[in-house]
């Protein structure tokens, strides 16, 4: 990861851990729920790793926020609008529900688009 990913990371897993213990949830309990070893949720709290796209709406749901939210894009509460889900919380949707071997292409292509957009 280069330095501007490392600090995006690092944010996110910063919100993650919050969010976690506002909820009164154990590294542990995160774990178990999505189907991962505490170590690596350990590591997405402190930023050390990309968290896999596909796995952002399940983490999402388990501590109240949505995925824009867990990437850091906050609505103004002036300008947001009751209606429709937004279509990139849709597609997350869809992805969730995919087999992991699927979701496991989708985020590998998604992680390739991202480290050429940032450079």
Do not use: W
């Not at 170590?39 to 968290?51: L, N, S």
């Amino acid at each position: 990861m280069n330095s501007h990913e490392q600090q995006f990371f690092k944010a996110m897993g910063a919100r993650i851990a919050q969010a976690r213990k506002k909820r009164g949830l154990t590294q542990q309990q995160m774990a178990d729920q999505l189907g991962i070893a505490q170590q690596t949720y350990a590591h997405y709290e402190v930023g050390d790793v990309r968290i896999p796209t596909f796995a952002l709406p399940a983490l999402g749901a388990l501590l109240g926020m949505t995925p824009n939210e867990l990437l850091g894009q906050t609505t103004n509460p002036r300008k947001a609008k009751p209606g429709p889900i937004s279509k990139l919380d849709q597609q997350f949707e869809r992805i969730r529900q995919l087999p992991r071997a699927r979701q496991q292409v989708l985020m590998d292509m998604l992680d390739g688009v991202l480290a050429q957009a940032v450079h």
